[in-house]
């Protein structure tokens, strides 16, 4: 009796075959993506805080403590985790401010630790007579 079982084609698997190694590489990309959206958020809050921590400590008025405190307090309202381990140094001296926020970007993959720092200066407010220029 001839076997009446239907021929089985020559690419029977190969889809799964293709799944397999194409699967890993789109997660990759797709956890790439996200890694350095994770990482663009931390620089976004670290540059905010320099850029209002450089606004205080401009006024004429105002002290690397002001500053400082305007960074911190900004970090806090909008960091929601994004950086991780936020330091803020503020330097003033009597003609320009400089405000520099430093961190890492939280990571999606173990043992991957992106730095993150922005820097942010201007000179300090102060008023001119008319003959001066």
Excluded: C
Excluded at 70 to 88: C, D, K, M
Excluded at 90 to 119: I, K
């Amino acid at each position: 009796m001839p076997d009446r079982r239907p021929p089985v084609p020559r690419d029977a698997g190969a889809v799964v075959a293709e799944l397999a190694v194409v699967f890993p590489a789109l997660l990759l990309i797709l956890l790439g993506v996200f890694q350095f959206a994770a990482w663009y958020l931390a620089g976004e809050v670290a540059l905010g805080a320099a850029q209002e921590g450089a606004r205080a400590a401009r006024l004429r008025t105002g002290t690397e403590a002001d500053g400082r405190a305007s960074a911190w307090r900004f970090i806090e309202q909008t960091n929601g985790g994004h950086l991780l381990a936020p330091q803020v140094r503020v330097e003033r001296g009597p003609d320009d401010v400089r405000v520099e926020v430093t961190g890492r970007a939280a990571s999606l993959l173990p043992g991957l630790s992106l730095p993150v720092r922005h820097t942010s200066a201007g000179e300090v407010e102060r008023f001119r007579g008319e003959d001066e220029g």
